[in-house]
Antibody, heavy 119, light 110 residues
Framework: EVQLEESGGGLVQPGGSLRLSCIGSGFTFSDYEMNWVRQAPGKGLEWVSFITTSGPTISYADSVRGRFTISRDNARNSLYLQMNSLRAEDTAVYYC????????????WGQGALVTVSS | EIVLAQSPGTLSLSPGERATLSCRASQSVSSTYLAWYQQKPGQAPRLLIYGTSTRATGIPDRFSGSGSGTDFTLTISRLEPEDFAVYYCQQFGTSPRVYTFGQGTKLEIK
């Protein structure tokens, strides 16, 4: 069974940093491109970042480019999101999501990690 | 950047009725790049449809997708109680690489 589990969420002050992790199981993690998608409280879904299987190609949404860094460690079946210079508008549930071989959509999602940016 | 507009914002129907949800793109979208998700309160989104009309694994055949160009539709033929949720469409853009979601349609019990 494919599973994705995020961790590392919490409360952080504006301007602070936080690192999210996502561990994948039930599939060969290194074979799949991965993404982060977020959802502000009561709002819709917003794609955040993408990384290829071994990490040479990375993309970011304009809203986070220059502040967030996506990375992965295939030996640990892990995906990361380093978030710096956090703002109140970054408050959201952050989901890691798998991208299948055959398309550009998200076939499996984790349960999410809540990040709250507040003083 | 392509913007997706979903309508209606809220749809009130009864179990057994047919639901038609619309997703309109600001520019033409490849049918390969259009997907639909269902999200229930407190849960992660679940993939329903990809490539405009292909149901994901385990999705009942009462869910169907159609459309082309700028107009796409998710149809639920006969609503079951578990279908009441929020539905999002999503498209992919190549230059630059970006994934865009619609704002969602809330399907509620009438």
């Amino acid at each position: 069974e494919v599973q994705l589990e995020e961790s590392g969420g919490g409360l952080v002050q504006p301007g602070g940093s936080l690192r999210l992790s996502c561990i994948g199981s039930g599939f060969t993690f290194s074979d799949y491109e991965m993404n982060w998608v977020r959802q502000a409280p009561g709002k819709g879904l917003e794609w955040v970042s993408f990384i290829t299987t071994s990490g040479p190609t990375i993309s970011y949404a304009d809203s986070v480019r220059g502040r967030f860094t996506i990375s992965r460690d295939n030996a640990r079946n892990s995906l990361y999101l380093q978030m710096n210079s956090l703002r109140a508008e970054d408050t959201a549930v952050y989901y890691c999501a798998r991208e299948p071989h055959s398309g550009v959509y998200f076939d499996y999602w984790g349960q999410g990690a809540l990040v709250t940016v507040s003083s | 950047e392509i913007v997706l507009a979903q309508s209606p914002g809220t749809l009130s129907l009864s179990p057994g009725e047919r639901a038609t949800l619309s997703c309109r793109a600001s520019q033409s979208v490849s049918s390969t790049y259009l997907a639909w998700y269902q999200q229930k309160p407190g849960q992660a989104p679940r993939l329903l449809i990809y490539g405009t009309s292909t149901r994901a694994t385990g999705i009942p055949d009462r869910f169907s997708g159609s459309g082309s160009g700028t107009d796409f539709t998710l149809t639920i033929s006969r609503l079951e109680p578990e279908d009441f949720a929020v539905y999002y469409c999503q498209q992919f853009g190549t230059s630059p690489r970006v994934y865009t979601f619609g704002q969602g349609t809330k399907l509620e019990i009438k």
